[in-house]
């Protein structure tokens, strides 16, 4: 699986948009992107996922460039309640395991 | 409600000795997977199984042992041999499918070994 680079902390203010980066400059052609977070003392919880096209849901949206070195996630209002370790994660289409690293930590401040 | 359990929520041993612990999920999916975290750190894929009586090493297996007797239960004993077994273990399960695999977490089990 293509290895993730994310910046190991970033800050955002209630209520403003929170846009998490992450590079993936060796991802494959068959490789999703997959963003988990975790709140502190809990088990991760899956966020989005995308392949080449733009995705969103209720948690958040998930952009990836044209050449699909790299990948936005983007919380559109983020709360208190989204402080958490994001994680970036490449995998293959056809394997089930996740490699994790070690993820952003996103702190939003009142 | 459906989800995946993991007890107890904090385990303490003496050195030396084995230990299991416990995952069960009732979402009805084929795959299981145990991972390790330590402070501030990633997880790290310890064993994981696609199918019942069957399983996988991950990336971190040594001094680790798993068991798929059924598909709603995959303990793992963490054995006197894991040289540093204080760590927070996490279970999760998927359905592996083509193009999609979504995995669920239990709580995790915060092990200390005294």
Known sequence: ?110 | DGGITQSPKYLFRKEGQNVTLSCEQNLNHDAMYWYRQDPGQGLRLIYYSQIVNDFQKGDIAEGYSVSREKKESFPLTVTSAQKNPTAFYLCASSIPALNYNEQFFGPGTRLTVL
Not at chain 1, 15 to 42: D, K, M
Not at chain 1, 49 to 72: F, Q, V
Not at chain 1, 92 to 99: Q, V
């Open chain 1, 1 to 110: 699986d293509a290895k993730t680079t994310q910046p190991t902390s970033m800050d955002c203010a209630e209520g403003r948009a929170a846009n998490l980066p992450c590079n993936h400059s060796t991802i494959s052609g068959n490789e999703y992107v997959y963003w988990y977070r975790q709140i502190h003392s809990q088990g991760p919880q899956y966020i989005i996922h995308g392949l080449k096209n733009n995705e969103t849901n209720e948690m958040a949206s998930l952009i990836i460039t044209e050449d699909r070195k790299s990948s936005t996630l983007i919380l559109p209002h983020a709360t208190l309640r989204d402080t958490a370790v994001y994680y970036c994660i490449v995998r293959e289409t056809s394997g089930s395991r996740l490699t994790f690293g070690e993820g952003t930590q996103l702190t939003v401040n009142p």
